[in-house]
């Protein structure tokens, strides 16, 4: 019967992934959808709380659970990052090995890290694996089959933790995932799955050259493992029954490998080698036997093996007369290796549906956060371009009271120009709409500063509290320091208040011009014949209406408009050019493992925008050829204007009125990119709001917690050490001394030196024979004398050795 060991799964306790993977989803995927991740939530939550209850099932199933949210970590990991400072999930996790004590667990971890879940999960799922192949039939071919399979999948698991644990936590792990403790339980599940494969032969009835290096195989595996086992730093780690269970099957392993190799020295006529293995796996078995106690399962192979050397001597005495050779010149058995490190393939799970699909990976989101930036900047510098040339034309053209000049030739009514620019103001509300914008400004810019000043209020007092217990604990405050986690949220908070502060300075400068210009946007503002009441009265100049300059000024003013119907053709396309980055830059995350955003921006961008960019120089050139022919047409037309004081006063008036149309326009869109501004800033400031509130909630959580096990810690931990037993109330002393029956003595020291099979969960210690008489239990063979094992002990360097008789290579 075989008996495999089964690693125990670690224990967690439940959380709640919905609010802070929600609160994240909304401050970065601004442009998700609730329903993309609402449902999805709901369902990792319930996955998870599966995941705990279904772990105690020893079936596949139970594993096929384990997989699937495995592999939901696994895909959430580039999406929505659980960390510290990011998405603050605290997982909490018991060490596998800890029995506990009387209060709670002596050695649990909890870190907020999605890589510290990931990694106590494959722990469980190649704990399950172990436990899954452990209870497996091994007469069935399929049994084997399933068992060397999983047994190999836990060791490819384990060999991986041993690597990564490490760079996983970044801090003291529990003693179950300690780098020494993976290695050696990968060691032996692979022992465990070469004696699946060993078991199988049997069952097949191979040959016996290849079950005898199968079984040594299967014995230095177990070798290995014991020696992985026996390290100081986690010896006493393992339940009671492991480590005398693994130096049995090392010895009864090797013990099988002489007897089937035996067997092919008797097929080749060789019957003193034959004897000799025999009596070599006899002496094996019976070391095995020794060391094994209650465990020991090859009780059939020892019979064997015995019935087969007594025939093998006795044919040797009356047949062949054969002389026996020595153990250590008998040819080496040689090794089948068959089991080895199995890791399985990502996902885990053949029937995986990743519940995020539709949320990008977070770094094609923080690839496209950034082209979306690199397009702003280059259709605002682009659309800069244009409108400051517009507002150059514009100045221009006011200063030389144009179109205006061309159409008050009479020098009494209200030039054209001049009406279509008053109603066009009219009917985006004239001053009184300039009026209401600049007095919204300052509530929003306060309700603004008010969430940011919350936002670092929140910051610093976390700050403060961490530092006040960190002072009173001094190191047994082991949490990270605020200041490390708070940085990127300070830095973010620092982006704002400066955005902020740069506003303050636009608004400012958009107040002195509104007032630069208030007089000739009030005017246009009112209706036509209060217009024509305010402007003042000229002679008239009827006899230039026809003139050839005039036409020609007329001709100009017409590309003048041209000109700028054209640039807001240029600046739509600007605005509203469209893009398909995410299937470009999903498709260099998937072949490349990486995004060169920058690259692929830049090729993009370039495809799009050179051909307007082009557009953009050409016309700011043909603007600049256009206003030297305006220029130079106004001075000839001025010339042959008669001019006296009340033409010039009403020409003043109306080169006013121009340049207050055109920066009532241009006050009317910053106002209302500011309003836009400062209403777009505020979800911004929200969320950080949001961020930072919800960061303090799970760091209040934390240090409660901690302020609990602390205190917990503090309880019960005992003033001083209690005074040493009197002489005379003892017993006698040492190992050897009477021990007495009933409760309440303490336990007698472990001898040092040498291998020893004493088990402290028994209630009393074996006596040796001469002493039997006062124990309740019969006698095991506790002592080394008994056991057959060397006085001294295993040796200390390298891998401790079994004593095994009459072979050089052990002693």
């Given at each position: 019967m075989a008996t495999y060991l089964a690693v125990p799964l670690k224990k967690t306790y439940e959380v709640d992934f919905a609010k802070p993977l929600r609160s994240f989803i909304q401050n970065t995927y601004t442009s998700a959808e609730p329903d993309d991740y609402n449902s999805a939530l709901s369902e990792f939550n319930k996955l998870r709380n599966l995941m705990i209850t279904k772990s105690v099932d020893k079936h596949e199933s139970a594993l096929e659970v384990l997989y699937r949210y495995y592999d939901q970590l696994i895909a959430i990991e580039n999406k929505l990052p659980i960390t510290e400072n990011q998405i603050r999930v605290l997982f909490k996790w018991k060490d596998a090995f800890d029995e506990g004590s009387l209060f709670s667990g002596r050695r649990t971890l909890a870190i907020a890290s999605g890589a510290y879940e990931r990694v106590c999960m494959l722990f469980n799922i190649a704990a399950l694996q172990s436990q899954i192949a452990a209870v497996q039939n091994n007469d069935s071919d399929e049994g084997l089959k399933t068992a060397a399979k999983y047994f190999q999948q836990a060791c490819g698991i384990y060999g991986h933790l041993k690597d990564v644990v490490m760079s996983h936590v970044q801090q003291d792990p529990t003693p179950d995932i300690n780098p020494d403790t993976v290695s050696a339980l990968s060691s032996l599940m692979l022992a465990q799955a070469q004696e699946a494969f060993y078991r199988k032969a049997t069952n097949d009835k191979m040959k016996d050259a290849m079950i005898a290096k199968l079984a040594y195989q299967t014995s230095e595996l177990y070798a290995d493992a014991m020696k992985l086992m026996q390290l100081s730093s986690i010896r006493d780690l393992w339940p009671r029954d492991w480590l005398s269970t693994v130096v049995m099957k090392q010895a009864a392993f090797h013990g099988l490998a002489e007897y089937y190799q035996s067997q092919v020295a008797a097929n080749g006529k060789n019957y003193g080698e034959q004897i000799a293995r025999l009596q070599h796996a006899q002496e094996l078995l019976n070391a095995s036997q020794t060391r094994g106690g209650m465990t020991f399962s090859f009780q059939n192979d020892v019979s064997r093996v015995k019935r087969a050397l007594d025939a093998a001597k006795k044919d040797n005495d009356f047949i062949y007369h054969e002389k026996i050779p020595e153990v250590k010149n008998l040819p080496q058995i040689g090794k089948a290796v068959i089991a080895k490190p199995l890791f399985p393939p990502a996902p885990f799970s053949k029937n995986f549906t990743d519940l995020f699909e539709k949320l990008v990976p977070l770094q094609v989101h923080e690839a496209l956060v950034a082209f979306e930036n690199r397009k702003a900047q280059i259709a605002n510098t682009e659309i800069g371009r244009l409108r400051e040339s517009t507002q150059l034309?514009?100045?221009?053209?006011?200063?030389?009271?144009?179109?205006?000049?061309?159409?008050?030739?009479?020098?009494?009514?209200?030039?054209?120009?001049?009406?279509?620019?008053?109603?066009?103001?009219?009917?985006?509300?004239?001053?009184?709409?300039?009026?209401?914008?600049?007095?919204?400004?300052?509530?929003?810019?306060?309700?603004?500063?008010?969430?940011?000043?919350?936002?670092?209020?929140?910051?610093?007092?976390?700050?403060?509290?961490?530092?006040?217990?960190?002072?009173?604990?001094?190191?047994?405050?082991?949490?990270?320091?605020?200041?490390?986690?708070?940085?990127?949220?300070?830095?973010?908070?620092?982006?704002?208040?400066?955005?902020?502060?740069?506003?303050?300075?636009?608004?400012?400068?958009?107040?002195?011009?509104?007032?630069?210009?208030?007089?000739?946007?009030?005017?246009?503002?009112?209706?036509?014949?209060?217009?024509?009441?305010?402007?003042?009265?000229?002679?008239?100049?009827?006899?230039?209406?026809?003139?050839?300059?005039?036409?020609?000024?007329?001709?100009?003013?017409?590309?003048?408009?041209?000109?700028?119907?054209?640039?807001?053709?240029?600046?739509?396309?600007?605005?509203?050019?469209?893009?398909?980055?995410?299937?470009?830059?999903?498709?260099?995350?998937?072949?490349?493992?990486?995004?060169?955003?920058?690259?692929?921006?830049?090729?993009?961008?370039?495809?799009?925008?050179?051909?307007?960019?082009?557009?953009?120089?050409?016309?700011?050139h043909r603007q600049e050829t256009l206003m030297a022919l305006i220029q130079n047409a106004n001075t000839e037309f001025c010339n042959a204007k008669s001019s006296n004081q009340s033409a010039a006063q009403r020409e003043t008036m109306l080169k006013d009125l121009a340049s207050g149309f055109d920066m009532f326009m241009e006050l009317k869109g910053n106002l209302e990119e500011g309003t836009k501004?400062?209403?777009?800033?505020?979800?911004?400031?929200?969320?950080?709001?949001?961020?930072?509130?919800?960061?303090?909630?799970?760091?209040?959580?934390?240090?409660?917690?901690?302020?609990?096990?602390?205190?917990?810690?503090?309880?019960?931990?005992?003033?001083?050490?209690?005074?040493?037993?009197?002489?005379?109330?003892?017993?006698?002393?040492?190992?050897?001394?009477?021990?007495?029956?009933?409760?309440?003595?303490?336990?007698?020291?472990?001898?040092?030196?040498?291998?020893?099979?004493?088990?402290?969960?028994?209630?009393?210690?074996?006596?040796?024979?001469?002493?039997?008489?006062?124990?309740?239990?019969?006698?095991?063979?506790?002592h080394q004398q008994q056991m057959g094992y060397p006085q001294q002990g295993y040796p200390q360097q390298g891998y401790p050795q079994p004593p095994y008789p009459h072979n050089p290579q052990y002693r």
């Open positions: 034309m514009n100045g221009v053209l006011s200063s030389l009271n144009l179109p205006a000049a061309i159409e008050d030739l009479t020098g009494q009514a209200v030039p054209q120009s001049v009406i279509e620019k008053g109603e066009q103001l009219q009917q985006v509300g004239g001053v009184d709409h300039i009026v209401k914008l600049m007095k919204e400004l300052p509530e929003l810019l306060s309700r603004n500063r008010q969430i940011l000043d919350e936002c670092v209020r929140l910051l610093d007092d976390e700050e403060k509290s961490d530092n006040q217990l960190r002072e009173q604990f001094k190191e047994r405050w082991s949490r990270t320091k605020s200041d490390v986690l708070t940085k990127p949220m300070r830095e973010e908070a620092a982006k704002y208040g400066a955005i902020l502060n740069n506003a303050v300075q636009a608004d400012r400068i958009v107040h002195e011009k509104f007032e630069k210009h208030k007089n000739a946007i009030s005017i246009l503002s009112k209706p036509r014949n209060e217009m024509e009441k305010a402007l003042p009265s000229a002679s008239p100049g009827a006899a230039l209406q026809s003139s050839p300059v005039v036409q020609q000024l007329r001709q100009h003013m017409e590309a003048v408009e041209t000109l700028k119907a054209e640039r807001d053709v240029v600046e739509t396309e600007l605005k509203e050019s469209k893009f398909d980055m995410t299937s470009k830059f999903m498709a260099a995350l998937a072949g490349e493992g990486l995004i060169n955003e920058e690259a692929l921006s830049t090729a993009e961008l370039d495809r799009v925008y050179a051909p307007l960019r082009m557009q953009v120089s050409d016309s700011i501004f400062y209403n777009d800033l505020t979800p911004l400031l929200v969320r950080l709001q949001s961020k930072i509130s919800d960061f303090c909630f799970a760091r209040k959580t934390e240090k409660d917690e901690l302020m609990s096990d602390l205190q917990k810690q503090i309880v019960n931990t005992p003033a001083q050490p209690p005074p040493a037993t009197p002489q005379y109330q003892g017993y006698g002393s040492g190992w050897n001394a009477p021990y007495p029956q009933g409760q309440g003595y303490p336990m007698p020291a472990m001898p040092t030196g040498g291998y020893s099979t004493y088990n402290p969960y028994m209630s009393y210690p074996q006596a040796p024979p001469h002493q039997q008489g006062g124990y309740p239990y019969p006698p095991q063979g506790y």
